[in-house]
């Protein structure tokens, strides 16, 4: 128990392994919220509601080729380019609202959020070394945490408020990379 303990501290200790968390907080947050939020705003029938959340789904396979992309491009500029198409996404949602256009940025957000889970999941590995049991039970434990926050976040903004919300998220989650790739 109090080797546990003594580990747990050591990895809330490690300032690179806090920006891990902090960008793993905010990824299934921002699914959810996003998914959340267009649910309560979507004019359309409950039929057109699921084929949009379906449709977002195609982005995930993108989480297969994440391994690939990392041994190609580096884990660093992955999680740039995650990054990169989360704010596009967003950004596009809060200009673009026909259905059609809600369900290529879902697909580039999913896309997003597919790509970054298993590069931060490596990455966390990584700044771990032989803790990476523990440290991924941590990531586990924060990445539900967002999940599990967001819709009471969702019900008290309105869309464009969520939307800058998310976008603030991913802007900050640059910021964090930025500094990951320093330390």
Same mark, same amino acid.
């Given at each position: ?10 990895? !809330?200790?490690?300032?690179? @392994?806090?920006?891990c968390y902090?960008i ?8 959810v ?9 979507? +004019? ?7 084929? !949009?959340?379906?449709?977002?789904l195609?982005g995930?396979?993108?989480?297969l080729?994440?391994?690939?992309l990392?041994?190609r491009i ?16 967003i ?16 697909i ?7 790509l ?10 990584m ?13 586990s434990?924060?990445l ?12 008290? @903004?309105?869309?464009d408020?969520?939307? +800058?919300?998310?976008?603030?998220f991913?802007l900050?989650?640059?910021v ?8």
């Amino acid at each position: 128990k109090s080797n546990f303990i003594f580990v747990m501290k050591k990895l !809330l200790k490690n300032s690179s @392994l806090l920006r891990c968390y902090a960008i793993t907080f905010t990824l299934l947050f921002s699914f959810v919220a996003l998914y959340d939020a267009i649910g309560r705003v979507f +004019q359309g029938s409950r039929e057109e509601l699921f084929i !949009l959340r379906a449709v977002g789904l195609v982005g995930a396979g993108l989480s297969l080729f994440t391994g690939r992309l990392i041994e190609r491009i580096g884990i660093y500029a992955t999680m740039k380019i995650g990054l990169i198409l989360g704010i596009i996404s967003i950004i596009n949602m809060a200009v673009f609202s026909s259905t059609s256009a809600l369900m290529v940025f879902s697909i580039l957000f999913v896309a997003s959020i597919s790509l970054l889970v298993p590069t931060v999941i490596t990455l966390i590995g990584m700044i771990a070394g032989a803790d990476r049991a523990k440290a991924l039970s941590l990531y586990s434990f924060i990445l539900l945490s967002g999940a599990s926050l967001a819709p009471p976040v969702v019900i008290v @903004l309105q869309y464009d408020y969520i939307l +800058q919300l998310l976008l603030a998220f991913f802007l900050m989650n640059m910021v964090l990379g930025h500094f990951l790739t320093k330390g």
